[in-house]
Structure formats: structure tokens, C-alpha cells
């Protein structure tokens, strides 16, 4: 099998040749960024050949990277959590093996229909029966409803979610927010591109489909949640 080991150093020097075209070099970086994803993988999929831990966690945070909740098990992509796993490849349980998983702003990193259908189903599958499973996204009916103004709502909110980015200076109309919620370019390889927008009804949709009994409107709690998602996200909990 080819070697993305190698891959990725060729990637490296095509990267670091100021010949390499703009257009050329994001390609590269997202592929860079993949292989080393992968590599990660690949290290905890060793330890745990049959795709699931021994362990079964009550609780589970997924994607919630230096946001790590007391008394949850925190699987990511990346450090610094519990386990290094691509949930793109399944959730890493044993079938009815935990009774909540938390996520926000995680979900609208991920492929829209295969990997987001994908981890649904994979949900259902490792909650016990009653088990929940609670998700927040940035609101896209919430930047939708501002489109049509005032501005001030909308400085508000991009100084609430993009103030420290290096790209707040390009981001400062209206439809750069909706943009931002849809997209989230950077040419920053800390962030990741949002892949598909969400409201509560494609919430709804999305678990019921996949044989969760009921999805409500969840109630923020800064115990669990990141306090500075509260403002522009949308939360339900899907229970099994
Ligand atoms: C925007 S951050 C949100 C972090 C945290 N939940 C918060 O609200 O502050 C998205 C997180 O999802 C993780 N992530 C994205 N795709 C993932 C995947 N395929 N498998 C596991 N984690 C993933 C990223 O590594 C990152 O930590």
C-alpha cells in the first residue's frame, strides 16, 4: 500500500517552494492535514484493532477539543484528549456501552450526508436504550435572521465568535457572517472549514431519522458546555 508517510513529505516540500501556486498550497495543506489525522488514527486503532476501547465510559465528549468536561471520557481528533479517533470511522464503543454523549461545534466539521448520517446511527448504537445524547451547533437560521439586520446584532456576534481570528479584519458585513457559519474559511490550518449549516429542524430531522424516540430543545449548561458557544448556537437531546 502506498506510504502516506511519504505522501506527506512530498506534500511538505511542494509546501515549502514559494513557486507553489495559492490555489495549489490550500489543497496541499487540507491533504497535510488528513495524513497526519490519519496518522493519529492509525496509532490508537493499533491498540484497539477491533475499532472499540474496553473501557464503557457513562459519559463521552466527542470533538471537544481543549474543552474537556470533569467526568467525561474526551475523544477527539486530536490532543489533548482521552483518545485520538476519527469519528468520521465510527464511534470507538461497544454497542450500548454508555448512557450520554456531549458534542458542540463539532458536527458541522464533518461530511454532510455520509459522516454526519454515519455518527447518528453510530450513536444510536453505542447509548443504552434511554441514553441521550446532546449537540449544539453554531444556529444558521440564527445568522439567517440577522441577514436582514440591525448591524449592531451582527458586530456583536462576530466579536463573540471570531474576535481573536487572525481573519476578523475580513469578516465585517452581514453576509460574511452567513458565509462564515456556512464555510469558516481560513488559510490558518488551526481551523477546520465548517462542511454543512444546521437549525434545530434539520436537528430534529437528522436523529429522528435515525431511530432516536424524541429530540427536544436542550437547556444550556455552562457546567457541561463551553460558555462561549451560549451565544448564536442551537442544542437539542436526542434520547434512544
Ligand atoms: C470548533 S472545535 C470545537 C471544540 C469544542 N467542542 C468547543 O466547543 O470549544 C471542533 C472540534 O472537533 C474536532 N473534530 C473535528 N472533526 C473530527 C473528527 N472527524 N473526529 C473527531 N474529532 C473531530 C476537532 O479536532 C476540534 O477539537
Given amino acids: 500500500m502506498p506510504s502516506a508517510d511519504l505522501l506527506g513529505e512530498q506534500i511538505h516540500a511542494i509546501l515549502a517552494d514559494s513557486a507553489t501556486t495559492h490555489g495549489l498550497a490550500r489543497t496541499l495543506r487540507a491533504a497535510a492535514k488528513e495524513i497526519e489525522l490519519h496518522r493519529y488514527h ?11 476501547i474496553n473501557d464503557k465510559p457513562a459519559k463521552v465528549q466527542i470533538g471537544g477539543g481543549a474543552h474537556r468536561i470533569d467526568g467525561f471520557f474526551n475523544i ?3 490532543p489533548p484528549a482521552d483518545l485520538l479517533w476519527d469519528i468520521r470511522e465510527g464511534i470507538p464503543l461497544q454497542d450500548g456501552s454508555t448512557a450520554e454523549i456531549f458534542s ?5 466539521h464533518i461530511d454532510y450526508p455520509r459522516s454526519a ?7 444510536r448504537r453505542v ?26 446584532a451582527t458586530d456583536e456576534t462576530i466579536d463573540r465568535w471570531y474576535s481573536k ?6 469578516v465585517n458585513t452581514r453576509l460574511d457572517l452567513v458565509n462564515l457559519v456556512f464555510r469558516d474559511q481560513d488559510d490558518d490550518p488551526t481551523y477546520t472549514p465548517h462542511l454543512w449549516a444546521y437549525d434545530h429542524e434539520k436537528l430534529v430531522q437528522l436523529f429522528t431519522e435515525a431511530g432516536f424516540t424524541t429530540v427536544e430543545p436542550w437547556t444550556f449548561d455552562s457546567t457541561m458546555a463551553n460558555p462561549k458557544r451560549r451565544w448564536g448556537s442551537v442544542y437539542v437531546v436526542a434520547t434512544r
Avoid at 42 to 52: C, F, K, V
Avoid at 127 to 152: E, H, K, S
Avoid at 165 to 170: K, N
Fill in 42 to 52: 492509525y496509532a490508537s486503532r493499533r491498540a484497539w484493532p477491533n475499532g472499540w
Fill in 76 to 78: 477527539d481528533l486530536v
Fill in 104 to 108: 458542540e461545534h463539532f458536527l458541522e
Fill in 117 to 123: 448520517k454515519h455518527y447518528v446511527r453510530e450513536a
Fill in 127 to 152: 447509548l443504552v436504550p434511554g441514553g441521550r445524547i446532546i449537540t449544539g451547533v453554531p444556529d444558521a437560521a440564527f445568522a439567517l435572521n440577522q441577514y436582514p439586520g440591525p448591524l449592531d
Fill in 165 to 170: 481570528r487572525d481573519c476578523l479584519r475580513d
